[in-house]
């Protein structure tokens, strides 16, 4: 694993770093596969980002958008991570429907919605099942009790080894999201993390010691790149 923290001056900064990186994956990507695969996360940290991208001219046939996890409500409600996206850059794009992966949120439960979605990656990777598919881009946050995607702290979500995508739990409100193996499969990860509230839990994920089933964005260590994108107010405690 190749891991790179940068503390960034300020918000703006954080997304303009954010977006040069992604561009230079999607950049490598459409060169040596022909396609670009990319994992969205939800919250108000990444809108400018998916903002920013929406301006740029890209080939938006060859791009993919997956997600990291939704929350359990139509695509319609203002809790739904696909609809934010939608509106802060799908929607603003030519990118064609089917380039868009939403995770299905209407089936008649939760665990029936992950084995929906998990088929539908093996699928489009053409996955046989021993191993898992290779986003190229996993974009993620990190909460103040630093979980990422819907890996909450001490929940079932966590042990799960075998699956791409299970059901996370938050206050009794079930969740669709990717399992750490599958996230640690991806050429890059990249968290995205802003404000001060984050320095406590930055400093347990990045402690030599602490316990991965209290601090879930530990178990994040991807075979391929680790990116963790702070802002100042994030990363005060990580400069030199």
Same mark, same amino acid.
Not at 105 to 124: I, M
Not at 125 to 143: A, R
Not at 223 to 228: A, H, K, P, R
């Given at each position: 694993?190749?891991?790179t923290?940068?503390v960034?001056?300020?918000?703006?900064?954080?997304?303009?770093?954010?977006?040069?990186?992604?561009? &230079?994956?999607?950049e490598t990507?459409?060169?040596?596969?022909?396609?670009?695969t990319?994992?969205?996360s939800?919250?108000?940290?990444? #809108?400018?980002?998916?903002?920013?991208i929406?301006?740029q001219?890209?080939?938006w046939?060859k791009i993919h958008?997956?997600?990291g996890d939704?929350?359990?409500?139509?695509?319609?409600h203002?809790?739904?991570?696909?609809?934010m996206?939608?509106?802060?850059w799908?929607?603003?794009?030519?990118?064609?429907?089917?380039?868009?992966?939403?995770?299905?949120?209407?089936?008649?439960?939760?665990?029936l919605?992950?084995?929906?979605?998990?088929?539908?990656?093996?699928?489009?990777?053409? &996955? &046989?099942g021993v191993?898992?598919?290779?986003?190229?881009?996993?974009l993620?946050?990190?909460?103040?009790?630093?979980?990422?995607?819907s890996?909450?702290?001490?929940?079932?979500?966590l #042990?799960?080894?075998?699956?791409?995508?299970?059901?996370g739990?938050?206050d009794?409100?079930?969740?669709?999201?990717?399992?750490?193996?599958f996230?640690?499969?991806?050429r890059?990860?990249?968290?995205v993390v802003a404000?001060a509230?984050?320095?406590?839990?930055?400093?347990?994920?990045?402690?030599?010691?602490a316990d991965?089933?209290t601090y879930?964005?530990?178990?994040?260590q991807?075979?391929?790149?680790?990116?963790?994108?702070?802002?100042?107010a994030?990363g005060l405690?990580?400069?030199?």
């Amino acid at each position: 694993m190749n891991k790179t923290i940068e503390v960034l001056p300020d918000q703006p900064a954080l997304v303009a770093r954010a977006l040069e990186l992604i561009l &230079s994956k999607l950049e490598t990507a459409i060169e040596q596969r022909g396609q670009f695969t990319i994992a969205l996360s939800g919250g108000s940290t990444p #809108k400018p980002l998916y903002e920013a991208i929406a301006n740029q001219k890209l080939p938006w046939d060859k791009i993919h958008i997956f997600w990291g996890d939704e929350r359990y409500v139509p695509a319609d409600h203002p809790d739904s991570n696909e609809l934010m996206a939608r509106r802060a850059w799908l929607d603003r794009v030519d990118i064609p429907a089917a380039n868009i992966h939403a995770v299905p949120t209407l089936e008649a439960n939760p665990e029936l919605a992950a084995t929906k979605y998990e088929q539908h990656l093996k699928e489009f990777f053409n &996955s &046989s099942g021993v191993e898992f598919p290779c986003l190229d881009v996993v974009l993620l946050g990190m909460g103040d009790d630093a979980h990422t995607a819907s890996l909450f702290p001490h929940t079932e979500a966590l #042990k799960v080894r075998d699956r791409l995508v299970t059901v996370g739990n938050k206050d009794e409100n079930p969740r669709i999201t990717f399992t750490y193996p599958f996230i640690n499969s991806a050429r890059s990860v990249i968290f995205v993390v802003a404000g001060a509230n984050k320095r406590p839990a930055l400093a347990q994920v990045f402690a030599p010691v602490a316990d991965d089933f209290t601090y879930p964005s530990r178990l994040i260590q991807p075979q391929g790149e680790l990116w963790w994108l702070l802002d100042a107010a994030a990363g005060l405690e990580l400069q030199h």
